[in-house]
């Protein structure tokens, strides 16, 4: 198989994974949350080289964080924890291996922070559609991106960093990420009129280009640790870090959103 199917059939079985983990809610869709999340430290950990024994206190620490949100329904004790943790390991990992401390703090907010962003959201009353919108967001950016970019090329979006991103690819992204969006009009309840199509895209928008930019940090940082990818575990994709690059940061800028409008109910 080429790597463009390959790509193609790993992308949908995961958005069905997503989708049906999302519809189900609760202790299922943290589940998914917590591999994922815990998935992301493993490559961070590999990519860094972290001591074994950062990376075990980090697994540790990322599992009772999200267990706290999950279980407990306590996002703010899990970001509590998380940032403690952070400033623990960065300590220890700098006793440990010298330059590894800063990497192992930031890793550990990187990894966990959309988790918690994502369990909470999914759990406010609108939880369902919110969520999906931050996924269709990245989805439809991504998706509209690479196949524009390879479409219309054209000058180099940041080609220190992503040799093969293209500004013709942002923008296509920036088109599919709205209209991926939009099409949340017809299920979400009170949206399908002009005002719902408006807030939508206020939503969408500054989101699709959160994700361009955290696909832009995966690719810089890929570069500095010197991989080509985050991992394998993916065919046609590469590593989970490569996979949700975008979602990382959408998760916390669109939970902040929500958090800060009330729009999630």
């Known amino acids: 198989m080429g790597e463009l199917p390959k790509r193609i059939v790993t992308g949908v079985a995961l958005v069905a ?15 998914l949350a917590a591999v994922a999340v815990l998935l992301l430290w493993v490559e961070w950990s590999n990519m860094h080289r972290l001591p074994l024994p950062v990376r075990r206190i980090g ?22 924890l998380l940032g403690g943790a952070a400033g623990i390991l960065m300590i220890l990992a ?13 890793g550990l907010l990187y990894c966990g922070l959309p988790g918690i962003a994502l369990v909470w959201l ?4 609108w939880g369902l559609y919110a969520t999906l919108l931050l996924m269709l967001v990245v989805w439809g950016a991504d ?7 390879r479409a219309l090329g054209g000058p180099k979006l940041a080609p220190a960093i992503s040799p093969n991103k293209t500004w013709s690819g942002a923008m296509g992204g920036l088109v ?22 408006l807030r939508l895209a206020l939503l969408a928008l500054p989101l699709a280009v959160v994700s361009i930019l955290g696909d832009l940090y995966e690719s810089w940082l890929k570069r500095r640790c010197g991989v080509k990818d985050s991992g394998t ?8 870090m490569d996979r949700l690059d975008g979602l990382v940061p959408v998760a916390v800028a669109g939970a902040g959103i929500f958090a800060a409008t009330g729009w999630a109910g």
């Open 94 to 106: 700098g006793k440990l291996a010298r330059g590894a401390g800063r990497p192992a703090a930031i």
């Open 17 to 31: 994974l997503a989708v049906a983990a999302l519809w189900f809610g609760g202790m299922a869709f943290a589940a």
């Open 122 to 125: 999914r759990g406010q009353g």
């Open 233 to 240: 575990i993916l065919p046609g994709h590469g590593g989970v």
């Open 143 to 149: 998706i509209a991106a690479y196949f524009t970019g």
């Open 176 to 197: 599919g990420a709205l209209a991926a969006a939009l099409l949340l009009m017809l299920w979400w309840p009170g949206y399908a009129n002009t005002a719902g199509a």
């Open 59 to 80: 697994l540790a620490m990322l599992a009772l964080t999200l267990w706290i949100t999950a279980v407990l329904q306590n996002p703010n004790e899990g970001l509590m």
